[in-house]
């Protein structure tokens, strides 16, 4: 024993050589099995903690460049709610000098479309807002376009939504230049169209039409459509205006309910 | 066990230079050859055991990310690591120059053939990557083991430079 330790400690270097390269050697002719356990293990022990830094620092860097992104829309925001607000009081004051009754105040509250229904274009929604969330029956339904319909029916958690689409869903209207008022009706066969205007009105093609606040359901200003078509047949009192929805109805995601704080 | 900790720091620092700096110490596509600069610095300063011994598990931490090529680099580290050290043992590196030139010829060997093995565009590219990439990575790892040898032997320090200003 004693010749063979000796003789250990005089090849000292070439028995670590040997052992140091024989293990290479191992690893790089072993399968992918072998290879792929000792390169996880490696990995685990050295990479993963600075593989943690390195996602936790991305995802520092990437909320920091959010947190800036919505500083500066919170900054922009900030200044058009000063000067919606400056509008709202200017408003008021020309209403009080008019002798207008404010309309009601509203809250808009959003909502999720959890079914459609309706032959080749959807006529009638629901809606996860329920008499639970002060949704009631004829309150106004908008999207970010324009007004899509109103409240038809309320149950506790859901609500049924007419669209304009929906034949039984009517809307006073006016035409936004000449201030001329009719009736938005729409039917399957024809589209939306603007009822009960006289042709002695002055309507464009392109005008825009809003609610005109006479119906008791919708609040003013909100914005239908446009007009596309101008028919003013003879012997006939009224235009025949086919109406453009500034709503589409094939495209609707995102909904808002104006509910009235009474 | 106590002896190993200064290797083993070693070895998470070329596993955070891979992760973390690399590219944040890149000059472009330029990077440093830190691994074999680390392995060949050991060598100068360590014997021949530990210097086999370091190539290997450096070359381990080199493989481990892209296991198909597992050993190639332990390989590689390992002959780097054992041939500086006997060129320690045999010639006279007192000078910074001769170490700055050993550094530079050892980069330069283990370039060779990393850049075959791990270059997918075949060996037409070789040639070009070779002088855009390779040989100027060998230039900027160079400087870092000059840096290091001139804060080694005191030549640059914290007061020196403090002084300057």
């Known amino acids: 024993m004693d010749w063979q330790s000796s003789w250990l400690k005089e090849k000292q270097t070439l028995v670590h050589t040997i052992i140091a390269f024989l293990l290479a050697f191992i690893l790089l002719l072993a399968g992918n099995n072998v290879a792929g356990f000792v390169g996880n293990v490696t990995n685990t022990v050295f990479y993963y903690p600075f593989n943690q830094l390195k996602s936790s620092l991305s995802i520092f860097s990437s909320k920091s460049k959010t947190i800036d992104d919505l500083n500066t829309k919170l900054a922009e925001l900030t200044v058009h709610l000063q000067l919606y607000n400056e509008i709202v009081e200017e408003n008021k004051r020309l209403r009080a000098l008019l002798g207008f009754i404010p309309p009601e105040s509203f809250r808009i509250v959003p909502t999720e479309i959890i079914g459609v229904s309706g032959t080749g274009i959807p006529n009638t929604i629901l809606i996860n807002l329920g008499a639970s969330d002060s949704v009631r029956v004829n309150q106004t339904v908008i999207n970010q376009s324009g007004l899509a319909g109103r409240i038809a029916q309320v149950m506790d958690d859901y609500s049924v939504v007419y669209l304009l689409s929906e034949p039984r869903c009517r809307v006073s209207a006016r035409v936004s230049n000449s201030r001329e008022q009719g009736i938005i009706r729409y039917k399957m066969s024809r589209g939306m169209y603007l009822d009960n205007c006289p042709q002695q009105g002055e309507v464009t093609v392109g005008d825009t039409v809003i609610t005109s606040g006479l119906g008791g359901i919708f609040p003013e200003g909100i914005v239908i459509g446009t007009i596309e078509k101008i028919d003013s047949p003879e012997k006939e009192f009224f235009h025949d205006i086919t109406i453009k929805p500034v709503v589409n109805f094939n495209g609707l995601d995102e909904l808002y309910v104006l509910v009235w704080e009474r | ?165």
């Open chain 2, 1 to 165: 066990m106590k002896r190993l900790i200064p290797y083993i720091l070693y070895l998470y620092l070329i596993a955070m230079y891979r992760i973390l700096l690399a590219d944040a110490l890149a000059i472009g596509p330029v990077q440093i050859y830190l691994t074999p600069l680390i392995v060949m610095l050991v060598a100068l300063n360590k014997d021949y055991i530990i210097s086999l011994w370091f190539g290997i598990a450096a070359g381990l931490i080199f493989d481990c990310i892209d296991p198909s090529h597992m050993g190639v680099q332990m390989i590689i580290l390992s002959a780097m690591g054992i041939v500086t050290s006997r060129v320690k043992e045999r010639f006279n590196l007192e000078s910074q120059k001769s170490l700055v030139l050993l550094l530079a010829t050892g980069l330069l060997i283990f370039t060779i053939p990393h850049t075959l093995i791990y270059t997918t565009s075949g060996f037409s590219e070789f040639g070009r990557i070779f002088i855009r990439v390779v040989i100027p990575g060998i230039i900027y790892s160079t400087s870092i083991g000059w840096l290091y040898f001139m804060i080694k032997t005191s030549r640059i320090s914290f007061h020196k430079i403090k002084e300057l200003f």
